[in-house]
């Protein structure tokens, strides 16, 4: 079986995209948007774009707008083999992996109009990370552009639950400006340990990542109190997770998961964000309702 045919340029992209879903006739085009350095749960949007889709592409851009450091972004995992190999392996048609300059042409100046995340990305992760769902609002914003099949065929688009604010500014994106893109959410992928799966793992010494299983505990903990009926003790859990070795807490909030701000009420969204040994992690779980 060969692989994902590898496109560099929009042209190049658009002009296989085209190809593709006339020779196969396809009602419906898969994305998987992704900065690469992939891991099991990127296999898994891969695998549920291939169940819905005729034809599975997905971008590999590291997109410098979500970025406010620049050491952080220059530390950013890389490796383009390994990641067409598991783009291969899991059936992906077709890879976007552009330049910075392809995608913004005025690099490295910012591109002078961009995309607001709005309220929705000031707070939480927002909060600690200024700009970032900017940038993720305004890439998105173009490949959903870049992607556009033509004729009947419809673009589905895969983001996973982990990065849970990132999915509600997406599906408010999409809502708001009129983007012909179905969402599909894919649920957390998670380690034996419990550690939500991420690109940022892969910094994390052993002992880190040991250190990181307070991150899910305390997670897995609020639901279980508020399944059982009990109070949620929030202040506990922040000082449970604080009391972790290398790990700096940086929210713990349960939230509505249609504004993001907080709740006391289910069904609800909690999530947490710690530095863990420098390196920063987030992670969430669903409180459903009675």
């Not at 099991?40 to 599975?56: F, I, N, S, Y």
């Not at 392809?102 to 990370?129: F, K, N, T, W």
Request: proline residues 7%.
């Amino acid at each position: 079986m060969s692989g994902p045919v590898l496109t560099r340029t929009v042209a190049e992209l658009r002009s296989e995209l085209t190809r593709l879903v006339a020779e196969r006739d396809a009602h419906s085009v898969g994305l998987v948007p992704t900065m690469g350095a992939l891991h099991q749960g990127h296999a898994a949007l891969m695998r549920a774009a291939r169940a819905d889709a005729p034809v599975v592409c997905a971008s590999l851009f590291v997109n410098p707008l979500q970025f406010e450091s620049p050491l952080d972004l220059e530390l950013y995992p890389r490796d383009l083999d390994a990641d067409m190999a598991l783009f291969g392996s899991e059936g992906v048609d077709l890879v976007f992996a552009p330049e910075v300059e392809e995608m913004y042409p005025s690099y490295p100046d910012s591109p002078i109009v961009r995309v607001s995340s709005g309220h929705m990305g000031q707070i939480l992760e927002g909060a600690s990370r200024p700009g970032h769902f900017d940038g993720v609002a305004t890439v998105v914003s173009k490949l959903f552009n870049i992607f556009d099949p033509e004729g009947p065929a419809r673009l589905r688009a895969y983001f996973g639950q982990k990065d849970a604010q990132q999915l509600m500014i997406v599906r408010r994106l999409v809502a708001d400006l009129d983007f012909p893109v179905t969402i599909v959410p894919v649920p957390t992928q998670r380690e034996e340990s419990g550690l939500a799966m991420s690109s940022r793992n892969l910094l994390l010494t052993e002992s880190h990542r040991q250190a990181a299983t307070a991150l899910s505990e305390a997670l897995f903990a609020l639901r279980d109190r508020a399944a059982a009926g009990e109070d949620w003790n929030l202040a506990a859990l922040r000082r449970q997770v604080r009391d972790a070795d290398e790990v700096i807490l940086d929210y713990l909030e349960v939230v509505d998961p249609g504004t993001l701000l907080p709740t006391s009420r289910t069904p609800a969204l909690a999530l947490i964000a710690a530095y863990v040994g420098g390196v920063r992690l987030i992670d969430n779980i669903e409180i459903p309702g009675p």
